[in-house]
């Protein structure tokens, strides 16, 4: 076998046996004797160069004021490390291209449930199950939908009581974002927020975004049902923590005090492994219909 122009053949390390994720900043990811590395401050006269151990990681995400050359990418495609670009404090993601995943059981197991209207509606009781706490005994999907409806407008108001904020419902226009009211607005930016680091979970496991369990339309309906599972342990406490602080007088923009927080809060608890651990579960474990089997007849 010819060698490629770096020397290595296909060395892949698979992804099972990488170490996560890996944000960058403000820097240049190139090339430099055949390795993967990152210039900061390439234009001071102290730049900061960092090897990067892009065989050890799954993916690579770069935050605002870098950029990548094209040996860069090539490097990164040739050994299947992901690469996502991602927003200040790594709270919005723009885009994450698939380089060439070296696994597809994932995506496998994803579409085999997903085909099967039974085992698609089991995943989605399992999912609702991770949400409320309790296995509902319903098999409709519209009414699951019913019935976590009204259990979050309950969590509304009890975070907008723990948090000392007044809370006249959620209000949201799409034509017109910024005419709701502060804790709205909140919500809107959180929700952004997670659903993005559930895109970049979703992209490192080579899961199929389109294929949602409880979201059906949407392109990213895989996203919006991880995200949905951290809605009450991590949208609204971003949204309404950052709401409180606006309305106590912070003269920063309701988005940048949503950001901020949701920057501390996905550090401190860990967020997107949590999502990649949550995905196994879900595409892992079935319920049992106590009757039968699930497979379609």
Known sequence: MLKGRLGLETARVPHVDRHGLIWLERGELCVV????????????????ILQ?????????LLGPGSSITHDALRLLARHGT???????????????????????????????????PRRRVSVARHMYALRLGEVLPHRDLDTLRGIEG?????????????????WDGRHYDRNNPTAADIPNQAINHAATAVQGAAAIAVQSLAAIPQLGFIHEDSGQAFVLDIADLFRDTVTLQ?????????LAGNPDSIDRLVRREASTVFRKQSVIPAMIDKI??????????????????
């Open 280 to 297: 196994k579960q879900v595409l892992r474990t079935e319920e049992t219909n106590g009757v039968g089997d699930d497979r379609d007849s």
């Open 238 to 246: 971003i949204a309404f923590s950052a709401a409180q602080k606006a």
């Open 33 to 48: 004797d055949g390795c993967l590395h990152f210039v900061a401050g390439k234009d001071s006269l102290t730049p900061h």
């Open 82 to 116: 992901l690469m996502a670009a991602v927003g200040q404090d790594g709270v919005r993601t723009y885009t994450a291209p698939p380089l060439l995943p070296d696994r597809s059981d994932v995506a496998r197991r994803q579409a085999e449930l997903w085909g099967a």
């Open 150 to 166: 009204s259990r979050v407008k309950a969590i509304y108001r009890l975070m907008a009581e723990k948090y000392g904020i007044e």
């Open 52 to 60: 990067v151990p892009h065989q050890a990681v799954s993916m690579i």
